[in-house]
């Protein structure tokens, strides 16, 4: 008799080459992933000339810096010497690039799961904190920093400790025009930030189980703004059937025995976990924040909280948040004026995130500007097929390419000092948007609300009589 | 990266939590080449005003020469840049002092040399109280996990296999090419059980 397992220890136990004597494991890595960023720890490899050990496993992509209005690099140098710095790596040592103009770029989380190079049961790592979003199909994903990444590359292995496993059960159905954007921002508003640090987060319950595919990427894609560097989803029905037929999932006889090995990728009954957190579905309302960090976050028909009625050690933040974005206590959030929106990011930037936006945005107009980035080309043009562009540009959005744009603001694509952005990504930290941007985090049909509505509001009358 | 043992330097207090990696340096300037030094970059919006003039009344403007810093909750948050760590180093700094770190960060800062001395919230609080009216001298030694700051001795917490790193400045790539056939033994036997686990479409022959 074995002892009952979870699903982290299974996937820790099936890449473990070997444990110190101080606990720390060295880890097989199935599928590395790299982008313009990573380009200290190729510097890091050059240094040693080192080689990077198994190519075939390394796949890069340009998203980071890409630029979303004009692919041309002519007028923006120091995004083409980052575009050039990553092309010039990926040739010199042999690896898949997909490129500006490739019909496959895309933002790395996106790309993965969309061309099935994520596949159940792999260890999969990235230079990037949001790589837990590759745990939506059941992996060990988790984001690194350079060292580690030049570590990867030089031997595809990794050196971890063990997290703790948590559980995160969510139980219920949703209501409408309530997705899984909301129950992350619930979680970790509940929790804190440094909530799940630590811990591998594993999330299951009939809510999680309803989600699509997609929805479980943005729930594990989130695990990272409570702590934690791992998110994870037992494979299904719902995971076999997003993964058979994806260019790089396997086929055939391999197929069959991914099959095998795939079913048993889920925490044994009597499993025990280190923490166990319980979230009822139907109480989750659409959600926006109102600070600087994820966990500032209330129903959309809340109030700003104030920061003398919370306890000592959350008021400081409280006040400094309020400080920077602008904002009152106690006012409702609902009402809070916004200038501009977007809708995009690994977190929110798929179909189903755009064809939620475009379900609300159809037939009106928006009263402020935005973006609409989609997360991939491929998935820019489905939409396109889809006619979701058009209701985008009929409402007065710009349509533009795919890649981290106004996530992170590194290609240019930002938000001005002091204004307001209702937004579909992950990070409401102070500047990550542009320097004094005040952001607000919600879903895709709440950012699309706020484009009609020129403030934060409530989307779900926005749904009446329309397909969510 | 060279090891180190005990550190005497320079502290100061940045009493605040969730300083997130955004903050330690923004987005902008990751595309510096590590050569051209980072120091100027750390938490670069904080530090001045939208002239781009150092704020004088900034904790780390009033001490340029300090290499301990001691901060609040959940420090590093957030993005896994290194950059964080190189800003961090390139200003001076050898010692974050927090009752929590982001856990990317923390093992960044390791592979860097830098210490992610973990305190309790009340030992933090009462550091931070000791430099309220200015830096002073700290020594903080690795082996006992002591922090020494006048008359007052408070001890840290950091993993093992951190610690023995930062003594040794020991480079994780020698250490796993010691293993080397280890690994070789692993890939091969997971290519043989698990085929499944390579991707279809070979990836590195696609090249251009
Ligand atoms: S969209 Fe944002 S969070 Fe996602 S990979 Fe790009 S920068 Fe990172």
């Known amino acids: ?48 000339g080192s080689a990077v050990a198994e190519p075939g496993l390394t796949f890069a992509v340009a998203d ?42 895309g933002i790395v989380h996106v790309i993965g799961p969309e061309l099935g190079l994520t596949v159940p049961g792999l260890l999969i790592t990235c230079g990037d904190s949001h790589t837990s979003t590759h745990g939506a199909l059941g992996t060990l994903a988790f ?70 595919m997609e929805a479980r990427m943005t729930l594990c894609n989130l695990s990272i703004e409570g702590g934690a560097r791992f998110g994870m989803i037992a494979p299904d029905e719902v995971t076999l059937a997003y993964v058979e037929g994806r260019p790089f999932a396997p086929a055939g006889a391999d197929l069959e025995r991914a099959r095998d090995a795939w079913a048993e990728l889920r925490s044994d009954a009597d499993a025990a976990f280190d923490r166990e957190v319980a979230l009822d579905a139907a109480e989750i309302a659409p959600t926006a924040t109102w600070g600087t960090s994820p966990d500032q976050a209330v129903p959309v028909t809340g109030t700003i909280p104030d920061p003398d009625m919370l306890p000592a050690d959350k008021a400081e933040t409280a006040r400094a948040a309020l400080d920077y974005m602008g904002l009152r ?40 500007p935005g973006m609409v980035s989609p997360g991939s080309a491929q998935v820019k043009a489905q939409a396109e097929r889809e006619g979701l562009d058009r209701v985008f540009v009929q409402a007065g959005l710009d349509w533009v ?40 985090l919600m879903s895709p049909a709440m950012v699309a609300a706020a484009a009609v509505a020129g403030e934060i509001t409530d989307v779900r009358p926005f749904l009446a009589g329309r397909a969510a | 990266m060279p090891g180190w043992s005990e550190h005497v330097g320079t502290a100061v207090a940045l009493p605040r939590d969730n300083i997130d990696t955004d903050q330690l340096i923004p987005a902008r300037f990751m595309s510096t080449p590590r050569a051209q030094g980072y120091g100027n970059f750390l938490l670069h919006d904080l530090r001045r005003d939208a002239h781009d003039a150092l704020d004088e009344t900034f904790p780390l403007n009033t001490c340029p020469d300090a290499s301990i810093l001691v901060a609040g909750r959940n420090f590093g948050s957030g993005s896994s840049r290194e950059a964080a760590v190189y800003a961090l180093l390139d200003a ?51 082996e006992s996990r002591e922090i020494l700051c006048g008359a007052t001795r408070v001890s840290f917490d950091v993993k093992d296999g951190w610690r023995t790193k930062l003594i040794n400045g020991w480079d994780d790539i020698d250490l796993t090419l010691d293993h080397a056939a280890r690994i070789a033994a692993f890939r091969d036997d997971r290519r043989s059980a698990a085929p499944w686990a390579w991707p279809r479409r070979p990836g590195a022959q696609y090249a251009r």
């Open chain 1, 1 to 48: 008799m074995t002892a009952p397992r979870t699903l982290l220890d299974k996937l820790w136990s099936a890449h473990e080459i070997l444990r110190r004597a101080d606990g720390t494991s060295l880890l097989w890595v199935d599928r590395h992933l790299v982008h313009e960023g990573s380009h200290h720890a190729f510097a890091k490899l050059a240094e040693r």
């Open chain 1, 64 to 105: 980071h810096y890409a630029p979303t209005r004009a692919r041309g690099l002519a007028q923006l140098p120091q995004i083409a010497r980052m575009i050039s710095t990553l092309r010039d790596n990926a040739a010199r040592h042999g690896l898949r690039l997909f490129d500006l103009d490739d019909a496959e770029q």
């Open chain 1, 143 to 212: 984001g690194i920093g350079a060292t580690e990444v030049a570590h990867v590359l030089a031997t595809q292995t990794i050196w971890q400790t063990k997290p703790a496993a948590m559980r995160i059960t969510i139980e219920g159905a949703l209501g409408p025009g309530v997705s899984a954007k909301d129950i992350a921002l619930n979680w970790i508003a509940r929790l804190g930030t440094g909530g799940a640090r630590g811990h591998a987060v594993e999330y299951s319950g009939s809510a999680v189980r309803a989600l699509s």
């Open chain 1, 329 to 368: 206590a106690g006012q409702p959030i609902a009402g809070t004026r916004v200038d501009q929106v977007f809708i995009g990011s690994c977190t929110n930037g798929r179909i189903e995130d755009l064809r939620a936006a475009a379900s609300v945005l159809a037939g009106r107009r928006a009263t402020v």
């Open chain 1, 401 to 440: 390419a795919s890649g981290c744009s106004m996530c992170v603001g590194m290609n240019g694509d930002v938000v001005a000092s002091g204004q307001r952005c209702a937004s579909s990504t992950n990070r409401n930290f102070r500047g990550r948007q542009g320097p004094g941007a005040r952001t607000h």
């Open chain 2, 92 to 142: 001076g700094f050898r010692v974050v002092i927090a009752p929590s770190f982001g856990d990317i960060f923390a093992a960044n800062a390791v592979n860097n040399g830098l210490l992610p001395a973990q305190v309790t919230p009340e030992v933090a609080a009462d550091l931070a109280e000791l430099l309220a009216s200015g830096p002073r001298e700290m020594t903080v030694t690795l």
